[in-house]
Each structure stands twice: as C-alpha cells, then as structure tokens.
T-cell receptor, first 114, second 115 residues
C-alpha cells in the first residue's frame, strides 16, 4: 500500500512565523501535490511537483512556496503565516503517466495561525 | 477549465438503504477521468472508485457504483446497503488531459447514516 506521511496532524503557529509542512511518500511517485481544504470550498490545489526540483503553481499559490529536493519529500512553506491560512492541508502523491491512477493522500495537517 | 459541481451539501440515509450522491462536471477535454473519495471525520482521503470517459461500462467496487451518464455530464456515486461507517464527506473529482495529473474537486457532500 502507498504510504503518504505528513509530519504533523495538528499545528499551531503565530502570525508572521515561517511555517514548514512536510510530506513524505514511500512509493517512488513522481507527482506530489499540496491542497488546502476549507468548509464549503472543497479541496483547492496550492502547488504540485512532477519531478525533483520541479514545481508548478496550482489554483491558489499566493502566500505559499514549496520545495522538492528529494523525490520522496515535498515541503509546503508559509513564508509569513497569516490568520487566513488557518486550514486543513492535505498532501498527495501519484505515479506518473497513468490516467486512471488515483492520488494517494496523507492524513492531513490541521494548521491554526493565531 | 474544468469544473465539478456537487449540489447536495448534506444527505441523510437510513442504515441498509441505498443512497445516490450527485456529481456533474464540465470540461472541454475529450478524454478525462472521474474519481470519488471518502473523507471520514478523522481527515484522511480514501479513494473509492474511478470512471474513465471512454469506459463502456459503469464502474463498480463492492458496495460502490458509479452511474456515469456522459451526455448529461454526470457521474453520480451510488452506495448500496448503507452502513454507519459510511457517514463521511464525499468528494467527486476530475482529471483532464492537460499532461499534468492534477485533480479538480467538488465542494463535497456530507452523508449521515442513521440506525
């Protein structure tokens, strides 16, 4: 089974802090994704990566950056956290090139910015 | 651009009954895939079922089936014989033909199964 591990289930940070959310997958997947989930809005794509050191903006990249130095690890960075970034963050991975393959998700990080 | 619409914010069903969760989509891609995920209150996203746009038959996975009507651009999830453990948020998602493997998600439907 694919295992996607997010470093924290719950995280509380202060406004202005630099926040790192870490995600690791164990299936050698090329593609990795970061979403945020808010009530009534579903999942929205922040950034994704299709290879090491490659990144692409999703639908809502403002206020975020990402890093992918190793294939198995994809980090989401909040450069200066703000209260409107309080949300549930979900990481996912999937194999390259298979149209029918689902994305596999981690358990999520509930982030609160105070 | 792709769009997924789930018009039911919440649904109630009694245990052992069947329930249909609605999903309509919009895309200009000739080839696409449709996915359903379940999210229990614990937060993890669980993949349930996939339907390809060129698949001739509706997808089935155990108690889950997908009622795919291509002309109507709908991909409704049918859960037969509901169980208490089916209480969760359900998301419909689409992957287009952009060359990237991104998914577009709907806003979800909360399903509550009562005894």
């Amino acid at each position: 089974d694919v295992k996607v591990t997010q470093s924290s289930r719950y995280l509380v940070k202060r406004t202005g802090e630099k926040v790192f959310l870490e995600c690791v997958q164990d299936m050698d997947h090329e593609n990795m994704f970061w979403y945020r989930q808010d009530p009534g809005l579903g999942l929205r794509l922040i950034y994704f990566s299709y290879d090491v050191k490659m990144k692409e903006k999703g639908d809502i990249p403002e206020g975020y950056s990402v890093s992918r130095e190793k294939k198995e690890r994809f980090s989401l960075i909040l450069e200066s956290a703000s209260t409107n970034q309080t949300s549930m963050y979900l990481c996912a991975s999937m194999e390259q090139g298979q149209h029918y393959q689902p994305q596999h998700f981690g358990d999520g990080t509930r982030l609160s910015i105070l | 651009a792709q769009k997924i619409t789930q018009t039911q914010p919440g649904m109630f069903v009694q245990e052992k009954e069947a329930v249909t969760l609605d999903c309509t989509y919009d895309t200009s891609d000739p080839s696409y895939g449709l996915f359903w995920y379940k999210q229990p209150s614990s937060g993890e996203m669980i993949f349930l079922i996939y339907q390809g746009s060129y698949d001739q038959q509706n997808a089935t996975e155990g108690r889950y089936s997908l009622n795919f009507q291509k002309a109507r651009k709908s991909a409704n999830l049918v859960i037969s014989a509901s169980q208490l453990g089916d209480s969760a948020m359900y998301f419909c998602a689409m992957r287009g033909n952009s060359g990237y493997s991104t998914l577009t998600f709907g806003k979800g439907t909360m399903l509550l199964v009562s005894p």
